[in-house]
């Protein structure tokens, strides 16, 4: 694992510009080229502001905004559900790069993690000009969110090690996770809230990480609550993240012998 971080570093401008053509190259046969990465986000974003504003009108959550809550919930959902889905098909994507001797193959997932970064980072730029409209001004929570970002890109990053390296043996596998996004998506508290659920399910439901992720983000943005007034939560959520990626890189170290031979 050590070994994995350096070559991170050592390849920093490699992963940057590989990044970056893996960002033009998904859009780049459409009319409007990279525009397209944004569309689907910012179109949700809006979609929910119309509903909610102007349709269903639920009650506020204590002085949040239901819409507000729901936004920047699901800012960082979206991430990992791109960013997860797209990694997970990576290494039969890049089939040419894991043929190559000298390439370094366990960089791919992490070049898959960038890319996706380049189209979230503007969502979340404009869920935060939407909160600042509404009237909620910026406060010093926000420093948090580099934080919670870099702890979403750690858990991701372990899932995907584990899922490319499958699904280079088992293609069924990229098809199984995106279906199941849908069910993570409403075991999530992005679009509900974990205070409504039964008292007996919430212990369960606080075992999900995204949990931790999502409900930080709302902290850091819209309550004001630094991320140390939760410590438990904190060394839970950090316990879980990097065993997931020990064990996925492990995985992923012990398969890659392997790839070009089934790619």
């Known amino acids: 694992m050590a070994s994995h971080l350096v070559d991170l570093y050592r390849q920093r401008r490699l992963i940057r510009q590989l990044a970056y053509g893996d960002f033009r190259a998904r859009h780049s046969a459409a009319l409007l080229g990279f525009v397209w990465a944004f569309v689907q986000p910012l179109l949700s974003i809006l979609m929910y502001l119309f509903i909610y504003q102007v349709g269903f009108r639920p009650m506020p959550l204590g002085k ?49 993690l960038c890319s996706a970064a380049m189209t979230h980072l503007v969502v979340l730029a404009v869920a935060l000009i939407i909160v600042v409209a509404s009237g909620f001004p910026p406060q010093w929570t926000w420093l948090q969110i580099p934080y919670y970002l870099f702890a979403l890109a750690v858990l991701v990053s372990g899932l995907s090690f584990f899922t490319s390296a499958v699904t280079a043996f088992v293609r069924d596998v990229g098809q199984a996770v995106v279906v199941s996004m849908q069910f993570a998506f409403w075991l999530t508290p992005v679009a509900w809230s974990i205070d409504n659920a039964p008292a007996k399910f919430v212990p369960w439901l606080k075992l999900n990480p995204l949990n ?21 939560y904190a060394l839970y959520f950090w316990v879980l993240a990097l065993g997931l990626h020990v064990v996925g890189y492990s995985v992923f170290k012990r398969l890659r012998p392997h790839f070009a031979d089934v790619l």
């Open 212 to 232: 931790y992720l999502v409900e930080g983000m709302r902290d850091s943005v819209l309550r004001g609550v630094w991320l140390w007034q939760r410590p438990r």
């Open 64 to 112: 949040i905004p239901f819409v507000l809550w729901l936004i920047v919930g699901i800012v960082p959902w979206f991430y990992f559900a791109d960013a997860l889905v797209s990694s997970t098909s990576c290494l039969v994507e890049y089939s040419y790069l894991v043929k190559k001797v000298m390439f370094n193959v366990s960089l791919i997932p992490t070049i898959k």
